[in-house]
């Protein structure tokens, strides 16, 4: 460590203990004047931030796939910061944040809280889709409530300064680890960047103008050095991570072979609590049925953009699809990924080491599908195989298929063990199936998403509904430790700022308007805008973001006429 950066981190962590003292005396009325400033200028600032974010990964700027950038950046931020504003409101009004929000029975002794929608603008934006955070076993009502607010329900009482390592992939992951911290944990940041996303400093600096002025973030930029720099300085009292599990180990452990003894003894190098998101292998599970055509086509194409979106470069991109070997349509619906797969929009490979992930896989499969003129591989792999593309994951443009036998609930069960069993991480899971089998299956369906230990559950629905979801949880499992970190240690987003959440579940219908009346499902959702097939998804992200920056009644013929093209 050179001196530079010990004279820099030094400088740093004195602002923010200052800073620190600032927070500590700033009123809930205050904290949520500060979450609107973060969301106007959000809004100012939202073009930029789509512009700079589009020439980091190569994509045309008034393309389809900037719809991407728009819906898991600005967008984001924007509706984190409404959530958050509201919970403060009700803990400063001296109200649960929870009220307002039903709360059911689930499977298990558990409660589930429903997020989504809220509000007429959800019900209308998102028509058909819902989420619940289901909570741990055995919590009662009056608890939840009770315990609803996390840190904010003290304010005065701050945790220290938190690192946040920031991701290098969704651009809204490090912004919205940094608002947990500071509400959730009530600690002041140090916000380090990845170096992917070195030139949004600019604009986040903008956008976090009201809390930087206060002394509460600092946003810098730096490498490898600077951030293990970071990790031992003696004021920084938490970190979170966001990564490879690989690179948590190394941080936490020690690299090579030191760091592997000292993870199997669990002698962490770091005196400090650590939270992460480490993503995993996450699977999709598709329930045999009896499909139309246009439901092959169009659930091939949900598949392919839960693999493709942002390149495959997601922490809960579908790596491993588990179908039925008795599904009388297979053949057919693998004709249908196949052309989905191909068709999808190319793009570059932007995120470092990605062409050396997709050769290994080649080298490791040469009787594999190459698509897109070998920019993206499918694989075939045994169900009863030890291949690593169950256990590693492969971040990037990488599709295994594998099939179990069976069919209904015989078959869900044994797909739902498998991926708790043979699939490494705990992230999130996406189960596809076809209305009519999910009423054939009743209770026992709600009974099978219990056993599934993931901590996003997508029901035909794609998982990523649920990072976008600002009142949802977002995280692993609960149950990973330092030495078996898995998918991570705790929870982000969150902005209800519930204690014990256990997972969410997300819902979607099979089929989109209109033709998902047929099936019996009142939803009133097209295309939605994050299939990487949507024409106009670059529209109706950026008249989205619009919407929720000033929601105006005037807005929304324009912004379903964009989305019904797609």
Request: glycine share 10%.
């Amino acid at each position: 460590m050179t001196e530079a950066t010990t004279s820099h981190l030094d400088a740093l962590t004195a602002e923010l203990r200052a800073g620190e003292r600032a927070w500590a005396g700033l009123s809930l009325d205050r904290r949520r004047e500060l979450l609107i400033s973060l969301r106007e200028a959000t809004a100012r600032h939202a073009a930029e931030w789509v512009r700079v974010a589009c020439q980091i990964k190569g994509i045309p700027a008034n393309s389809a796939l900037s719809g991407e950038e728009w819906t898991s950046g600005p967008y984001a931020v924007l509706t984190a910061a409404d959530a958050l504003a509201q919970s403060v409101a009700a803990l400063a009004a001296g109200r649960s944040p929870l009220d307002g929000f039903p709360m059911t029975k689930a499977v298990g002794d558990r409660l589930a809280v429903r997020v989504l929608p809220h509000g007429s603008a959800d019900r209308m934006l998102l028509n058909g889709f819902s989420a619940e955070v289901w909570c741990q076993p055995g919590v009662s009502a009056p608890t939840l409530r009770q315990d609803a607010g996390l840190a904010q329900r003290d304010p005065s009482q701050t945790g220290g300064i938190g690192l946040v390592l920031g991701a290098g992939n969704i651009f809204s992951i490090a912004p919205l680890d940094a608002l947990y911290e500071l509400f959730a944990h009530n600690r002041v940041v140090l916000l380090k960047l990845n170096p992917i996303t070195d030139p949004l400093l600019g604009v986040l600096e903008k956008v976090f103008a009201s809390f930087i002025e206060l002394g509460v973030l600092r946003i810098v930029t730096g490498g490898v050095e600077f951030g293990a720099a970071a990790l031992a300085h003696p004021l920084i009292a938490h970190a979170h991570i966001t990564g490879a599990l690989a690179s948590h180990d190394a941080i936490v452990f020690g690299p090579g072979t030191d760091g592997r003894d000292r993870k199997a003894r669990g002698e962490a190098l770091l005196g400090i609590p650590i939270t992460s998101e480490l993503g995993g292998v996450s699977p999709t599970i598709v329930v045999p049925g009896r499909w139309s055509q246009r439901d092959l086509a169009f659930q091939a194409e949900h598949i392919v953009t839960q693999k493709l979106h942002n390149n495959g470069y997601n922490c809960i991109a579908a790596q491993v699809l588990v179908l039925s070997g008795d599904w009388p349509q297979r053949a057919a619906f693998l004709d249908s990924l196949r052309a989905a797969y191909g068709a999808a929009a190319r793009r570059p490979a932007y995120y470092p080491g990605s062409d050396g992930r997709l050769a290994a896989a080649l080298a490791a499969h040469p009787e594999a599908g190459r698509f897109a003129d070998g920019d993206r591989v499918l694989l075939t792999i045994p169900g009863d195989d030890d291949d690593p593309v169950y256990t590693e994951e492969c971040f990037g443009p990488v599709l295994a298929v594998t099939t179990l036998p069976g069919g209904g609930a015989a078959f869900l069960a044994s797909a739902i063990q498998f991926a708790n069993a043979r699939l490494a991480g705990t992230l999130g899971a996406n189960i596809v199936i076809h209305p009519r089998t999910r009423r054939q299956l009743g209770a026992g369906f709600e009974r099978a998403l219990a056993e599934l230990r993931y901590g996003t559950i997508g029901v035909n629905a794609w998982t990523a509904v649920g990072f976008l979801t600002a009142r949802a949880t977002w995280g692993a499992f609960p149950g990973h430790t330092l030495a078996d970190a898995g998918s991570g240690i705790g929870i982000v987003h969150n902005a209800l700022l519930l204690d014990h959440a256990e997972r969410t579940v997300v819902r979607g219908p099979f089929r989109p308007f209109p033709r998902c009346l047929s099936a019996g499902e009142l939803a009133f959702s097209p295309r939605p805008p994050w299939f990487v097939t949507n024409r106009t998804a670059g529209l109706t992200g950026a008249r989205l973001t619009d919407f929720v920056a000033a929601p105006g009644w005037r807005k929304l013929p324009r912004l379903f006429a964009g989305a019904l093209r797609g």
